[in-house]
């Protein structure tokens, strides 16, 4: 079964820098599409970031400017946060998905990113 592991949340700062990174692991085949999505306590799901294997990259208008998502290599994607906002504290998932045989759409447990001063 496709395993999907994040890392690299934490506390910090307003203003500060985190960079979380998410693996694949236990699938034959990589991933078309890779994403970040985070969930805040009372608050839906909600898209941060999404590439694909072309490269083709997507954000949530909240953090154009400030995120920046990148495919490390065909199974390792990584998000790179600066001038982080109270905002952004969340549960911050990953989710793969491979649209061709053998199809698989797999979400990671999460890492809590908490911005507070």
């Known amino acids: 079964q496709v395993q999907v592991v994040e890392s690299g949340g934490g506390l910090v700062q307003p203003g500060g820098s985190l960079r979380l990174s998410c693996t694949v692991s236990?699938?034959?085949?990589?991933?078309?599409?890779m994403g970040w999505y985070r969930q805040a306590p009372g608050k839906q799901r909600e898209l941060v970031a999404t590439i694909t294997n072309g490269g083709t990259t997507n954000y949530a208008d909240s953090v154009k400017g400030r995120f920046t998502i990148s495919r490390d290599n065909g199974k390792k994607m990584s998000l790179q946060m600066n001038s982080l906002k109270p905002g952004d504290t969340a549960a911050y998932l990953c989710?793969?998905?491979?649209?061709?045989?053998?199809?698989?759409?797999?979400w990671g447990q999460g890492t809590q990113v908490t911005v507070s001063s």
């Open positions: 989710k793969a998905r491979r649209t061709a045989p053998p199809l698989y759409d797999a």
């Open positions: 236990r699938a034959s085949f990589g991933p078309h599409a």
